[in-house]
Antibody, heavy 126, light 109 residues
Framework: EVQLVQSGAEVKKPGESLKISCKGS????????IVWVRQMPGKGLEWMGI????????RYSPSFQGQVSISADKSINTAYLQWSSLKASDTAMYYCTRRVDFWGGPQVEYNWFDPWGQGTLVTVSS | SSELTQDPAVSVALGQTVTITCQGDSLRSYYVSWYQQKPGQAPVVVMY???NRPSGIPDRFSGSSSGNTASLTITGAQAEDEADYYCNSRDSTAYHHVVFGGGTKLTVL
């Protein structure tokens, strides 16, 4: 079964650091782009960034560039999302998901996200 | 970055047909995918590549896209279809970047 399993809920104080994880199984983890998505309480989905575990090529949404760090360890099929100094506004559910590419000839024609991890709830409060 | 616009809320009577729309300039160039999210659960893909339905998704779900508008149609809506629906496509401003619509809350009456 193809799945992504995320680390458990976290409760942190402002200014603290945090690293959450997303472990893949049932597929060749290194060869798929892994995406992180934020969902603030009662709000919609926001794309944060993407990483290719095989070479750690990483891209960030302009909204999250410099605010978080995305990394991966292909030897243990795990991607990470990290904060160096949390803010109350980082309180949200964070999802990882796998990008599936459909190749129409020599380039990717379209892609979609499947499966999704179960989500990691991060609560930042003093 | 690109933007995708969805109606915040739509309702449908049980067994009737409902269409959820998504508008944005990026849809003129790129395919759309749709995600269903029920309360307390992670999103699930219900349509990709505009009109491809993943295995396990009921055939009452269908998709289309034309110009700057994509649509997800549920023919014969069921109570279990009540959820938030998000559209998604590539962001035309940078490769690998994507954008999500704001989401549509579907209520089945």
């Amino acid at each position: 079964e193809v799945q992504l399993v995320q680390s458990g809920a976290e409760v942190k104080k402002p200014g603290e650091s945090l690293k959450i994880s997303c472990k893949g199984s049932g597929f060749n983890f290194a060869t798929y782009w892994i995406v992180w998505v934020r969902q603030m309480p009662g709000k919609g989905l926001e794309w944060m960034g993407i990483i290719h575990p095989d070479d750690s090529d990483t891209r960030y949404s302009p909204s999250f560039q410099g605010q978080v760090s995305i990394s991966a360890d292909k030897s243990i099929n795990t991607a990470y999302l990290q904060w160096s100094s949390l803010k109350a506004s980082d309180t949200a559910m964070y999802y990882c998901t796998r990008r599936v590419d459909f190749w129409g000839g020599p380039q990717v024609e379209y892609n979609w996200f499947d499966p999704w991890g179960q989500g990691t709830l991060v609560t930042v409060s003093s | 970055s690109s933007e995708l616009t969805q109606d915040p809320a739509v309702s449908v009577a049980l067994g009737q047909t409902v269409t959820i729309t998504c508008q944005g300039d990026s849809l003129r160039s790129y395919y759309v995918s749709w995600y269903q999210q029920k309360p307390g659960q992670a999103p699930v893909v219900v349509m990709y590549g505009n009109d491809n339905r993943p295995s396990g998704i009921p055939d009452r779900f269908s998709g289309s896209s034309s110009g700057n508008t994509a649509s997800l149609t549920i023919t014969g809506a069921q109570a279990e279809d009540e959820a938030d629906y998000y559209c998604n496509s590539r962001d035309s401003t940078a490769y690998h970047h994507v954008v999500f619509g704001g989401g549509t809350k579907l209520t089945v009456l």
